[in-house]
């Protein structure tokens, strides 16, 4: 099933970030930094699909060379910041539908990609990675990452900080709406392409970029495990931060179907996502079965059995 994902990140020196470092590790290349001297050699990725950094529509036939060359345009992109707690660069991390093909999938993510440069008038370096190969991971997870520029890219480098990167009274006074709008409309028109792309394809999964309540599906969110627990727990560690958010989980889909069963309301089956959700669902299902028809003949409690895993 085709599943909804886009996260925004920035990249600020203020937090120790680097573009050229945040460049070389998604395209697994073998970047210099010139501005600490630091090499970032990531050239042992296997995973990588694609990679190629895309301009806005203006400038394609306008010979930016330079802005071609990752290793050129991120050390640019670093050279052009003075500010301490400058923010360096900013990035798109989406998932794409395991449904289409990698041609389908490469075409999505560059018509999207090709949409943000054009609004936002940066440089986006895009790269298309593969599922990890490792116990445990997801191999439908496939995904982009669109590394994009602060600044607004012109035929003489660098210029001015977008649009995004200015506060609500600065857009104010330019006639914008506040930044929070850019998100949201970000989030809805990935949405819109990516069905478009899974209509195109005959595919008849879609994704939908609203909340659990917008949308009118009456359950918990699934908690968001951070990455560094994620992690800890991908290389055999116990992750004290992943266990919480799980059981506080747990206690708020507990919570919620005892509020309705005080109600008076039936307790609603929530939809599996992954294959693990479905295993998940699966057992829990039969030991409940198990445990409300335990007075039940045994032909009776089969049949039930065989009714429920079937649905």
Do not use: C
């Amino acid at each position: 099933m085709a599943v909804y994902f886009l996260n925004l990140k920035t990249f600020g020196r203020s937090g120790g970030s680097s573009a050229v470092s945040a460049a070389a590790y998604r395209a697994g290349e073998r970047i210099r930094d010139e501005r600490t001297g630091r090499i970032h050699d990531h050239t042992d990725r296997r995973d990588v699909l694609h990679k190629e950094i895309i301009l806005p529509s203006h400038l394609e036939e306008s010979g930016l060379n330079w802005a071609k060359e990752r290793a050129y345009l991120w050390n640019a992109a670093e050279d052009a910041e003075v500010r301490k707690n400058a923010r360096v660069a900013r990035e798109y991390l989406v998932a794409l539908p395991a449904e289409l093909d990698p041609d389908q999938r490469l075409a999505l993510v560059r018509g999207f990609s090709r949409e943000l440069t054009d609004r936002y008038r940066f440089a986006l370096d895009l790269a298309v990675h593969a599922p990890r190969d490792f116990p445990g991971s997801d191999p439908r997870n496939f995904h982009a990452h669109l590394l994009a520029t602060t600044r607004e890219i012109t035929p003489d480098g660098l210029a001015t900080k977008t649009t995004l990167e200015l506060n609500d009274s600065h857009r104010r006074d330019l006639g914008l709406p506040p930044g929070i709008y850019e998100l949201l409309h970000v989030r809805e028109r990935w949405a819109a392409v990516t069905n478009e792309a899974l209509r195109d394809a005959h595919v008849e999964a879609r994704i939908d970029h609203r909340s659990l309540a917008a949308q009118g599906i009456d359950r918990e969110p699934y908690p968001r495990i951070p990455r560094t627990a994620f992690e800890m727990e991908r290389h055999g560690y116990r992750s004290g931060q992943a266990e919480r958010l799980r059981m506080e989980y747990q206690a708020r889909v507990q919570e919620r179907l005892q509020n309705k069963q005080e109600l008076g309301h039936a307790p609603s089956r929530e939809e599996p996502r992954t294959l693990e959700d479905i295993r998940r669902q699966a057992r829990e299902d039969w030991l409940r079965l198990k445990k409300t028809s335990a007075s039940e003949p045994a032909a009776s409690r089969e049949n039930a059995r065989d009714e429920d895993l079937s649905r």
